[in-house]
């Protein structure tokens, strides 16, 4: 389960590029960019990654671009172990 | 008195001279920002990959660099500096990045803001004690609170990237201490604020929003499946 949250702080910006991309999840974006509440409780800037197991604890973080391979295992490991 | 008042009219007509130079180095330091941005963008959209040799990041790199050298001593020149090492990271040059934070000078002007660049040049190559080994010798040379805040906040990033959130967690508290109230400071108590209740195995925070498409959402929908949150931006 993918969820997004944009810092966006143009809506119609998201929405055009969620469209032009065709992303199929769950987008979230209030136009209050970088102040958004979900971006201040997980203190998370552009290009943050935070992987929830199933019990709703956090399994796993990634602050760049760069090693989303390490996540991608994770999320891979954790959605296999029922 | 005759004698003060010369020295005060040409002390005066010193500082005069050089604003000029100080507008023109702007100004030159601005243009060059926006055209490198353009030229960059412009190769990346067309495919361009970082370091090709007509990666113009690389070009723009050393035209900075110069800058810096035939601008010595004005306040562009520490922020040319950075933009250079920020256009060779941008070109995956990390080890030259390195190379030559090595070779800069500590008590050159440009640290505070080329610090933290430097310690994501040590990321990439996974050489983190370089970066590690550069900050304490700033460190051991510099009174500068603010600077001082700016390093030990940048090593608290790089525990971090290590995995090691005790030693990052002090770094960050010594941030705090050298510049009390500063935006630096303020961003050290957010990572702290990471490091403890964002720390693996704690609940993930709770959350309720709305979609872009209206419909409610909230963490709370998704307990028994596995979440990837991702935090980002169209820019």
């Known amino acids: 389960m993918v969820v997004s949250v944009s810092i966006d702080t143009d809506v119609q910006v998201l929405r055009d590029t969620v469209a032009r991309r065709q ?7 209030d136009g ?11 203190n998370a800037g552009a290009s943050t ?17 760069k090693g989303l391979e390490k996540i991608e295992r994770l999320v891979e490991k954790l959605v296999n172990t029922p | 008195m005759a004698l003060e008042r010369t020295c005060r009219l040409l002390i005066a007509m010193a ?4 604003l000029p130079a100080q507008d023109e180095a702007a100004k030159k330091f601005a243009e060059m920002r926006k055209q490198s941005s353009e030229e960059s963008n ?29 601008y010595r001593g004005t306040s562009v020149a520490a922020q040319a500096t950075a933009t250079a090492l920020n256009w060779l990271r941008h070109a995956d040059q ?9 070779k800069l000078p500590l008590d050159d002007p440009a640290w505070d803001r080329a610090i933290s660049g430097v310690s994501f040049s040590a990321k990439n190559t996974g050489e983190y004690d370089r ?26 990033r790089s525990w971090l990237d290590r995995d090691r959130p005790q030693e990052a967690k002090a770094a960050f508290e010594s941030a705090i201490r050298e510049s009390p109230g500063s935006d630096t400071a303020k961003a050290a108590e957010r990572s702290i604020y990471e490091i403890t209740t964002l720390a693996i195995g704690k609940p993930a925070p ?9 419909r409610p959402i909230s963490l709370a929908d998704f307990r028994g499946k596995v979440v990837l949150l991702n935090v980002w931006a169209t820019w």
């Not at chain 2, 050393?62 to 810096?68: D, I």
Request: proline share 4%; charged share 30%; glycine share 8%.
């Open chain 1, 23 to 29: 992303f199929n999840w769950p987008q979230i974006c």
């Open chain 2, 94 to 102: 990390d080890k030259e990045v390195l190379a030559r934070a090595e």
């Open chain 2, 42 to 70: 412009k190769y990346r959209e067309a495919g361009g990959k970082p370091g090709d040799p007509r990666d113009p990041a690389l070009k723009w790199a050393e035209v900075f660099w110069k800058f810096r050298e035939e």
């Open chain 1, 49 to 65: 990654f935070y992987v929830v197991d199933r019990d709703g604890k956090i399994a796993g973080t990634l602050r760049t671009a």
């Open chain 2, 131 to 156: 970066f590690l080994r550069l900050a304490e010798s700033l460190l051991s040379r510099s009174k500068d609170g603010k600077l001082r805040a700016i390093v030990y906040s940048t090593m608290g």
């Open chain 2, 15 to 18: 500082m005069t001279s050089s």
């Open chain 1, 32 to 42: 209050k960019g970088a102040d958004t509440e979900i971006a201040r409780l997980y």
């Open chain 2, 206 to 214: 709770q959350f309720a929003a709305r979609t872009i498409d209206g």
